[in-house]
């Protein structure tokens, strides 16, 4: 197949039709012009010029190639001086944690891409677990966690801190607490499933007593767990506070006050260690850290 700069030296000389023009206006000697030339020809399979005193000029097939060839040059010169010339352009692939994608990234991203128009995202919601194997597998750009997890391969920034809060849609149990979290374990629990960042702290935070607790169902969406709390009012779980803002301000949800816990974890934006930061991604960084106070 032939290279772009075939092509560039091609046009050059069906333009200047002397060899020592080309080589000049490109800065290249004048046999390395002849053999960019000839290999073109060989690999169109037949000559381009013909040799008329001391120019070259194209023959019927070079002016064909020539007709052809030029506006796709044209076209791949101005992509070129469009992606330098316009560094913010192009696509931001992010990955977050069920609770950052549902609750805190939504409203950034939008507003970035209103800012920047040339720039798409795309937002792949996963468990802590996963995100940090899209990031560090390359499968994407920059990654927001909860909970444990970050890794040697990973490059993190803490964004915030989130809290944890127990929940029922039982207003009499809320209002007898405070509780012992051991008083509690008995209960029917449902739990993000296995890799979860809320899940994780939670366990983390209440070890020993959380071998002791009923677990009847795992669910990996918030809003099915939010459900099931407000159907079955013997239900108990835990969320993030950032989740379940509106339903304890309207007394659809209970938060159980836990004795001797209090369950926190961060918000984490993670990047590939060693990874070079595309301008675009620098800027989208920077965008962010600026808008939640913290530049």
């Given at each position: ?48 010029f013909e040799r008329i005193g001391k120019r070259l000029v194209l023959n019927g097939r070079g002016a064909m190639l020539m007709r052809s060839a030029q506006p ?46 040339h720039v798409s995202i795309s937002l792949k919601s996963a468990n802590t677990a996963d995100v940090i194997h899209k990031v560090t597998s390359g499968e994407v ?54 890799g979860s960042g809320t899940r994780a702290v939670f366990l983390n935070a209440i070890s020993p007593v959380d071998q002791e607790l009923n677990m009847v169902m ?78």
């Amino acid at each position: 197949m032939y290279t772009l700069k075939q092509l560039e030296l091609f046009l050059d000389l069906g333009r200047s039709e002397k060899i020592i023009d080309t080589a000049k206006k490109f800065g290249l000697s004048q046999s390395a012009v002849s053999m960019a030339i000839k290999e073109l020809e060989r690999l169109l399979d037949g000559p381009l010029f013909e040799r008329i005193g001391k120019r070259l000029v194209l023959n019927g097939r070079g002016a064909m190639l020539m007709r052809s060839a030029q506006p796709h040059v044209d076209a791949l010169h101005a992509l070129y001086d469009q992606m330098r010339s316009d560094s913010l352009r192009g696509e931001l692939r992010l990955a977050a944690s069920v609770t950052i994608a549902e609750y805190f990234i939504p409203t950034l991203v939008c507003n970035y891409m209103e800012q920047n128009e040339h720039v798409s995202i795309s937002l792949k919601s996963a468990n802590t677990a996963d995100v940090i194997h899209k990031v560090t597998s390359g499968e994407v750009d920059i990654g927001f966690i909860e909970g444990e997890g970050i890794l040697e391969e990973v490059e993190s920034r803490v964004l915030m801190r989130d809290e944890l809060v127990v929940l029922t849609s039982d207003r009499a149990l809320a209002e007898r607490g405070p509780w012992f979290i051991d008083q509690l374990a008995s209960r029917p629990w449902i739990m993000r499933e296995k890799g979860s960042g809320t899940r994780a702290v939670f366990l983390n935070a209440i070890s020993p007593v959380d071998q002791e607790l009923n677990m009847v169902m795992e669910l990996e969406h918030i809003e099915s767990i939010k459900n099931f709390l407000l159907a079955k009012p013997d239900y108990l779980s835990v969320l993030p506070r950032i989740s379940v803002r509106r339903e304890l301000e309207e007394g659809h949800l209970f938060e159980i006050a836990i004795k001797a816990h209090h369950f926190e974890r961060d918000f984490t934006m993670i990047a590939r260690s060693q990874q070079t930061l595309l301008p675009l991604q620098t800027h989208f960084q920077e965008y962010l850290l600026s808008s939640i106070g913290l530049q």
